[in-house]
């Protein structure tokens, strides 16, 4: 039995390992640029991971480096494997966990990959299917990692690509967390071999037979019926030979996983719905309209368009819709340009991701360097640098602890939303596939492109303007919905008041049963607009038709079915909880804690609401923890009915908690004065590249790039000075916020000596507790800036840090990197500083 228990454990070492690490703190995507790594380097990042309050890595294999080729390790082979191994149990002994792509770069293929395995497009010519290689190899491949990518449709390319990882992982012990598969867009793929027997088997027809159908771009029915075949053949095939292989090979072996399911043409909360850990990705920056917060001018939305929270909660949904923990997210994929993104720019992201569900960040991401590599060191073309090198190394913590903090909440406690919103993904085939061919990708980038435009994305955006907390559902999750005594809809440990189908066209006949089975069960079915009107498949003759139709005749007599335009109300009538943060231009998310207690997470990202009384939608005390905070103290929020006083302002967050009991307060600070210091700040440079510009006497807070000597190119920290006195109101107030203004990016603030904290996010605020004096006070500002500027000066001077392989380094528009044609950015403390009080 002893024995049993140790062979057992042994070979779920990975679930072990998942069990000593924080998920609550935020990971990293680690770049290995051609595996070039050793021991001593690893341990070296990982100790900077740890001590920067992260929680885990996630290795990803990538192109080497230029003159370091002969220190190259190849991707599986012994020597690769035992440093994965040593970087488990180095993470294990730090606290940190690790994941491990099942290939390298993206996505997946290799040199097990064959001709007649590898991926295959299929074009119609002339009323006859052509089919090709696509040929498409394996992007930013890793040393070892060569070769074509896989057919993701194929019967047995994917149990064949991960025979080399059986023989490769057999009789190792130190094994990764989970396994990771990144999105689907570079497959190119939209055919495999066997697909016409596939087709016929499934839809009930030969498709070569009806090409012209398939190919006409007009708006008869007909052909949008063979286009909704021929997709939804692809998405079984994809889930049936891709995903759940992978997801069953990589649980068989000990591994969670982590899948991305977004650029598939396939149905994404299916696949999404197959992972452990579904992953969506925050990729480009958002159009907050957050005060003072900066967006990267060579940034195209045409190009890569922008993050969408509605994109997001496909990834979300399908964690709450099957009980799953964890959500996680690619996150700071392109932000902004190399050298130029900001701590105070990363966490609107976050806070959009957190309010989207997301509760497991991956910052995308770091790069292995070693230790002797000169500024700014090895780094991936793609990445925002939270490396060892990053300019904001210093102060990265402070960001993690934030994120961790909200985690914590995040993770422990349950979706409390009301409403489910049937996905009608056929109405998409149908329609989104005339414009872009005979294939369409679901990709997070555009989704203008196919989701905001269509009723369904039109429905969504609605919903969550208004304040209404939804989740999505497929067609094949709706087989598993249930009910419970309350008349709500259940699944894993969701409970939903009601069932929204959009307005839609098609609908599957498997589809319109699952809705008579539930509604028989008294669920609350609302169908916006009007009706569906065809079943799908081309296949069905005219008698089916017509029983479709009369099987749709029996649902809306159905007492808890009804079709309304007026959506808000209709849902409301079913109990669903519209909160009116959504009215003041809050963005939320409604959570329950594992007492049962409501509990919010709300974000300030636009420039709408500063403070004041707000209706939750359920009466009751409330207590406020502001996660910046590092004493993490929970704090009565004043209360008038069912209205609460809430002060956030833009690019703030906070988590409200429902108490126990009335807190008994109806008090609320305003901050209704305020004292601008100004006179003579002495500016002193401390430390940082290419020099030390020389101190200087200023009498106006302005950028220090305007100073002369170096200062045009200088990264790094500079002290600000000033002596003040206070005027008599100021003294006697005993509430008191030290705003900084302008902050270029991250400002340490002592007063009289004493420290008062770190402001690296907007509004740059920090509370005052020190007492203050009439005569001469004393306040130091120490700011740290970005490390554009030096390099302007650095890619001038010694451009040789960009030697790596493949793409090598490139700027956000995917074009050369030249630091030298940039204008200086901004620097230092711009103000003007003042002290709010009361």
Not at 112 to 124: C, D, F, H, I, R
Not at 351 to 377: K, M, R, V
Request: charge should be neutral.
């Amino acid at each position: 039995m002893r024995l049993t228990l140790v062979l057992f454990l042994l070979l779920n070492s990975a679930f072990v390992n998942a069990q000593a690490i924080s998920t609550s703190k935020p990971w990293t995507f680690w770049w290995w640029m051609g595996s070039a790594v050793n021991k001593k380097d690893i341990t070296s990042q990982l100790e900077y991971f740890k001590k920067s309050g992260l929680g885990g890595v996630h290795i990803i294999p990538i192109y080497e480096v230029k003159g370091y080729e002969s220190q190259s390790v190849p991707f599986l082979t012994p020597q690769w494997l035992d440093l994965v191994q040593y970087t488990v149990r180095e993470g294990m002994r730090l606290g940190l966990g690790v994941d491990l792509t099942t290939g390298t770069g993206w996505p997946f293929g290799g040199p097990n990959v064959s001709q007649e395995l590898g991926a295959k497009n299929m074009t119609v010519k002339n009323n006859e299917i052509i089919v090709q290689p696509t040929k498409q190899k394996v992007k930013r491949a890793a040393p070892g990692g060569e070769g074509l990518v896989l057919d993701p449709f194929h019967a047995t390319a994917m149990s064949h690509y991960l025979t080399r990882f059986d023989s490769a992982f057999a009789d190792r012990k130190d094994l990764p967390r989970s396994m990771y598969n990144d999105s689907y867009e570079a497959y190119g793929a939209n055919w495999t071999d066997d697909f016409l027997q596939e087709f016929k088997k499934r839809r009930g027809y030969d498709l070569d037979k009806n090409l012209t159908l398939l190919t006409d771009s007009t708006t008869k029915a007909v052909p949008d019926l063979v286009r909704i075949d021929y997709h939804q053949t692809l998405s079984e095939l994809l889930l049936e030979r891709y995903a759940k292989p992978w997801t069953d090979w990589s649980t068989k072996h000990g591994f969670l996983t982590r899948y991305q399911a977004h650029g598939s043409p396939g149905n994404l909360l299916d696949i999404y719905d197959a992972a452990d850990i579904p992953e969506t990705e925050s990729f480009g920056t958002s159009r907050f309209s957050i005060p003072g917060l900066r967006i990267d001018p060579d940034y195209s939305i045409d190009q890569f368009g922008t993050p969408n929270p509605l994109a997001m909660k496909f990834a979300s949904s399908a964690a709450h819709f099957s009980g799953k923990k964890l959500v996680s997210s690619e996150t700071g994929t392109w932000l902004a340009n190399h050298f130029k993104v900001s701590l105070s720019q990363v966490k609107p992201q976050v806070d959009e991701l957190f309010t989207a569900g997301i509760n497991h960040i991956f910052y995308h991401g770091s790069t292995y360097s070693p230790a002797q590599e000169q500024f700014p060191g090895w780094l991936f073309y793609a990445s925002t640098n939270f490396g060892p090198t990053s300019h904001f190394a210093e102060h990265f913590s402070l960001l993690n602890q934030y994120v961790q903090r909200c985690q914590e909440l995040l993770q422990n406690s349950k979706s409390d939303n009301d409403v489910l919103v049937y996905f009608p993904i056929h109405d998409l085939w149908a329609t989104k596939a005339k414009s872009s061919g005979n294939v369409h990708l679901l990709e997070v980038h555009h989704v203008d492109r196919w989701l905001l435009d269509l009723p369904f994305g039109k429905l969504a955006q609605r919903l969550w303007k208004m304040g209404f907390g939804f989740d999505y559902v497929s067609d094949l999750q709706l087989t598993r919905l249930k009910m419970d005594v309350n008349g709500n809809l259940t699944s894993g440990n969701a409970a939903y008041k009601s069932l929204i189908i959009p307005a839609s066209s098609y609908m599957p006949e498997g589809t319109l049963k699952e809705l008579q089975r539930l509604a028989s069960a008294g669920a609350k079915i609302i169908f916006q607009d009007h009706f569906p009107e065809k079943a799908t498949g081309y296949s069905l003759d005219t008698e089916r038709q017509n029983s479709f139709l009369a099987e749709l005749a029996k649902l809306k007599k159905k007492k808890t079915v009804r079709v309304s335009a007026d959506f808000e109300k209709a849902l409301m009538a079913t109990g669903a909880l519209r909160e009116s943060f959504a009215d003041e231009e809050l963005t939320f998310i409604r959570k329950k804690t594992q007492d049962n207690k409501r509990l919010y997470f709300v974000a300030n990202l636009a420039d709408h609401f500063k403070e004041g009384w707000i209706k939750v939608s359920i009466a009751g005390a409330f207590e406020k923890l502001d996660a910046l905070d590092q004493n993490g103290s929970w704090k009565p929020v004043p209360q008038n009915g069912s209205a609460i006083y809430l002060k956030l302002l833009p690019g703030q967050s906070c988590f409200l908690r429902e108490l126990a009991k009335n807190a008994g307060t109806k008090q609320h600070n305003i901050a209704d004065n305020e004292f601008e210091i100004k006179g003579n700040w002495n500016l002193k440079f401390l430390k940082g590249r290419p020099s030390i510009p020389n101190s200087a006497n200023i009498d106006e807070l302005k950028t220090w790039t305007s100073l002369p000597d170096s200062a045009v190119y200088f990264s790094g920290t500079a002290r600000y000075e000033i002596h003040f006195d206070c005027p008599d109101n100021l003294l006697k107030s005993g509430f008191k916020i030290l705003d900084l203004g302008d902050v270029r990016e991250v400002a340490v603030a002592k007063l009289n000596g004493k420290p008062i904290g770190t402001a690296w996010s907007i509004p740059f605020q920090l509370a005052i507790s020190e007492q203050l004096k009439s005569k001469d006070n004393v306040l130091e500002i120490e700011v740290t800036n970005l490390s554009a500027n030096y390099m302007r000066l650095r890619d001038t001077q010694k451009p040789d840090w960009k030697k790596f392989h493949d793409i090598n380094i490139v700027d956000i528009t995917y074009k050369k990197f030249d630091a030298t044609k940039w204008e200086s950015m901004p620097s230092g403390l711009l103000g003007p500083v003042k002290i709010l009080f009361h």
